[in-house]
């Protein structure tokens, strides 16, 4: 009676075995509360930067990354980290990712100038990669020439949070390595290379939790 007994309760243990290592899995995995405020979450095409620091510069809708972006960097962050991520939490306070097709335009709106009679050579217009105002002018979005690696319009993520209570913040430009529709809008290209931003995000973000 006593073995029957025994067994029995052995039986119950293993059944539930799989059910607790379930259980204590789900409750050390990373979890991810995402606090931005609404204008960086929602809509569902490219949102316009006001501002006259700010022309053609663009936030990326969330809805343009499958999956969403945050999904993919509460992915990325538990692979890149490991067991450092169990049973942490990772705050998103603030996260946009923007398109900045601003150029630089140096030089005279004139190819001479006259002076006293004489035409004197002016300097040519030139276009230059890079913002056309200061960072602390900018509204979001901006990058140096020096920052990209390729000649087509990046792609800049910016990231505020917490991780384990600790602040953290990250900057990302990504140069895409050919040129995008820039709709962002389901064509692959852009979808690419906003899945790829998110990525060197994540990248960047696990370097400076583990700093």
């Known amino acids: ?64 990354s499958d999956p969403l972006k945050v999904d993919v960097l509460k992915s990325d962050l538990a ?27 140096t030089g005279s709106m004139f190819d001479s100038v006259g002076i006293q009679g004489y035409s004197v050579p002016g300097k040519k217009k030139e276009k230059h990669a890079g913002s056309k105002c200061s960072r602390k002018e900018s509204a979001g979005g901006w990058y140096q020439g020096a920052e990209i690696t390729s000649v087509y319009f990046p792609l800049i993520s910016e990231f505020e949070g917490t991780f384990g209570g600790k602040a953290v913040s990250v900057r990302v430009v990504y140069s895409p390595n050919l040129k995008l529709p820039g709709k962002f809008e389901g064509a692959t290209e852009d979808t690419e290379a906003l899945v790829e931003a998110v990525h060197k995000t994540s990248e960047a973000l696990a370097m400076a939790i583990v700093q």
């Not at 075995?17 to 204008?39: F, G, N, Y």
């Not at 095409?45 to 936030?59: H, P, Y």
């Open 79 to 105: 692979q890149a980290l490991g067991l450092a991520s169990d049973g942490k939490t990772l705050t998103v306070l603030n996260w946009s990712i923007y398109y900045n097709k601003q150029i630089q335009k």
């Open 1 to 64: 009676m006593k073995s029957t007994r025994f067994i029995a309760a052995l039986s119950l243990l293993a059944g539930l075995q799989p059910l607790m290592a379930q259980e204590a899995s789900e409750s050390q995995e990373l979890v991810v509360i995402d606090l931005r405020p609404k204008t960086e979450k929602e809509g569902f095409g490219l949102a316009s930067l006001s501002g006259k620091c700010n022309e053609d510069v663009f936030r990326i809708p969330d809805v343009a």
